[in-house]
Structures are given as C-alpha cells and as structure tokens.
Nanobody
Framework: QVQLAESGGGLVQAGESLRLSCTAS????????MSWFRQTPREGRVFVAG????????LYADSVKGRFTVSRDNAKNTVYLQMSSLKPEDTAVYFC?????????????????WGQGTQVTVSS
C-alpha cells in the first residue's frame, strides 16, 4: 500500500508562484512514475505534469508548459510541482498520483495510488 500526501496549496494572486509537495510512504518510491493532476467542476481531473522514476523524463500539459516544473527527491520520497506565473484558470484541486510500473501517461485510470488533493486558488 502506498500513501500519498500533498501539501503547499493556498490562495495566491495572479502572477505569483507556489510549490506543491507530495510525500509518499513505502520503500519503492524511487521506482514509481509520479504525476500531478488537477480537478475542476468544469474539466474534471486532468493531467498536469509527470516525472519518471529517476527524474530523467518529464511531461507537461500544454496549458502549463513553461510555467510549471515537476521534480523529485527520491531520498525524501517526495515529488514537487513548482508553479510560476499562476493564472486564475490554474485554480483547481491538485492531486499527485503514483504509477508503480510503466512510464508517464496522461490517463487517470492508469495510476495506482492517489493523494487526497490540495486546493490552489489564484485570484485575479
């Protein structure tokens, strides 16, 4: 069983930055593909960014490319999402997800474990 816990959400102004963290339980974190998703009533849960087991490969949604950076620290069992130049349309609940086998994929159905989510609100 893998438990994921997100933190770092909050209320910020447009143009500001925020860093989300997701810490995982378990000894095999360094082998997991990790991704961030976000959810709104309008769009549902959509892929934001993903990172492979060693950080050598990353993938981003077009809407966040150039503004968000995903990274990981396997020694701390933690994956990060650095969000810059935030826009009101980035407002959502952000979730981290773990994929135990395989590379980065965008589909929610592929992921094995999910965190509880953290709210990010960007005011204009």
């Amino acid at each position: 069983q893998v438990q994921l816990a997100e933190s770092g959400g909050g209320l910020v102004q447009a143009g500001e930055s925020l860093r989300l963290s997701c810490t995982a339980s378990g000894r095999s974190f360094s082998s997991y593909t990790m991704s961030w998703f976000r959810q709104t009533p309008r769009e549902g849960r959509v892929f934001v960014a993903g990172i492979n087991w060693n950080g050598g490969t990353t993938l981003y949604a077009d809407s966040v490319k150039g503004r968000f950076t995903v990274s990981r620290d396997n020694a701390k069992n933690t994956v990060y999402l650095q969000m810059s130049s935030l826009k009101p349309e980035d407002t959502a609940v952000y979730f981290c997800a773990a994929l135990l086998r395989g590379g980065i994929v965008r589909g929610t159905e592929d992921y094995d474990y999910w965190g509880q989510g953290t709210q990010v609100t960007v005011s204009s």
